[in-house]
């Protein structure tokens, strides 16, 4: 059974930063894509970062793009997201997600890819107040 376990969200004021944990097991990791996405209230769900889980390729939203940092630990089966410079419009709840095993092996765009993350995580809670 495939689980994400996402920690370290909090409160912050603006400018501060955070740095999530997104842990996961019962998972093949390699050749997978992991991603960030987040939902605030009233608003659709927003892919934030993504990456490549046997290579280096990652996607940002250009919301994040110079702000956030999506990196990985193989040997831990763990996926982080560096969040620095945080704005009061990135508070949200943040979930990890993932791809069906093998999914990223293919050649396949980003867009194309966050349409089809398939594992979720139950979510961590962000908030950056002004």
């Known amino acids: 059974q495939v689980q994400l376990v996402e920690s370290g969200g909090g409160s912050v004021q603006a400018g501060g930063s955070l740095r999530l944990s997104c842990a996961a097991s019962g998972y093949t990791y390699s050749s997978n894509c992991m991603g960030w996405f987040r939902q605030a209230p009233g608003k659709e769900r927003e892919g934030v970062a993504a990456i490549y889980t046997s290579g280096f390729s990652t996607y940002y939203a250009d919301s994040v793009k110079g702000r956030f940092t999506i990196s990985q630990d193989n040997a831990k089966n763990t996926v982080y997201l560096q969040m620095n410079s945080l704005k009061p419009e990135d508070t949200a709840m943040y979930y990890c997600?993932?791809?069906?095993?093998?999914?990223?092996?293919?050649?396949?765009?980003?867009?194309?890819?966050?349409?089809?993350?398939?594992?979720w995580g139950q979510g961590t809670q962000v908030t950056v107040s002004s």
């Open positions: 997600a993932a791809t069906a095993a093998g999914y990223c092996r293919g050649a396949r765009t980003w867009p194309v890819v966050l349409r089809n993350f398939v594992y």
